[in-house]
């Protein structure tokens, strides 16, 4: 008897599959996922948002009160996800839920597609799509352009609005067949994503980290010029590429990005004033 009310309890009363979901209730989900972390908190994460804009869904397909309930109660469970893939999921469960699919199974793809999305999308945006956008935005505002933000955000919400909207429809088209793609890619997403950031940070320590020494080296009459005649000869941008890796090194130690500056300022007006940068 308490097994049967506990299955009871993990499916919906009406299972009748003909409502479907329009492009624009998709559209109007993935506008809502903008709030995805207004609300956030330490005790469920980004649950309240993730229900805020699966609500529009969960009103158009549930129309027993008591099977809406069911539904709002499980996604105001804890959620954590990367906020600019999270449409991705959203389309997956939309589709569940259409097809009212049961309760734990939902609850089920919610926990296994949170993580991997978490690790893809800071592969995906924070050590690719950022530094390429900002780079070049960067680059154009250093020779005095005004273009150079403009540039930036217009790369970086480009790529950032037409994945949030075309995840959603994407998720929602493939719906669970998906997940087996999710798995199967996430390392190779990852690893390519994070090789293309990295390759662009090293090309920013080169562009934009001018530091370099005057301090020449007297061995009787012969002078040795540090830079020209070991550091770049050895490997150009020597320098700057020593000093990112010290400041890495020290945020990785616990130092704070205010101290890290004000180190940098008072190695820079040290050595300018010694002479030897």
Known sequence: MASNN???????????TDVSLSKSDLNRMAWRSLFLQASFNYERMQAAGWLFSMAPALEKIHKKKEDLVKSLKMHM??????????????????????????IETIRGIKVATMGPLGGIGDALFWLTLLPISAGIGASLAIEGSIAGPIVFLIMFNIV?????????????????????????NTKK??????????????????????????????????????????????????????????????????WSPLKLIGITVIIGVGGKYLGIL
């Not at 506990?6 to 009748?16: A, G, L, R, V």
């Not at 150009?236 to 890495?248: D, E, I, S, T, V």
């Open 6 to 16: 506990k299955e009871k309890d993990t499916k919906y009363s009406d299972q009748s």
């Open 77 to 102: 469970e804890f959620f954590n996800t990367h906020p600019f893939l999270v449409t991705f999921i959203m389309g997956i469960i939309a589709a569940m839920e259409e097809k009212k699919n049961d």
């Open 160 to 184: 950032y609005f037409v994945l949030r909207f075309g995840l959603m429809h994407y998720g929602y088209k493939t719906g669970v067949k998906s997940i087996a793609k999710l798995k199967e």
């Open 189 to 254: 997403v990852s690893k390519a994503a994070s090789i293309v950031g990295l390759s662009v940070v090293g090309a920013l320590i080169a562009s934009y980290i001018n530091l370099k020494t005057t301090l020449v080296i007297n061995a009787g009459e012969a002078s040795v010029a540090l830079q020209t005649d070991v550091l770049d000869k050895t490997m150009p941008k020597m320098l700057p590429l020593g000093y990112a890796l010290l400041m890495y090194w020290l945020l990785k130690k616990g």
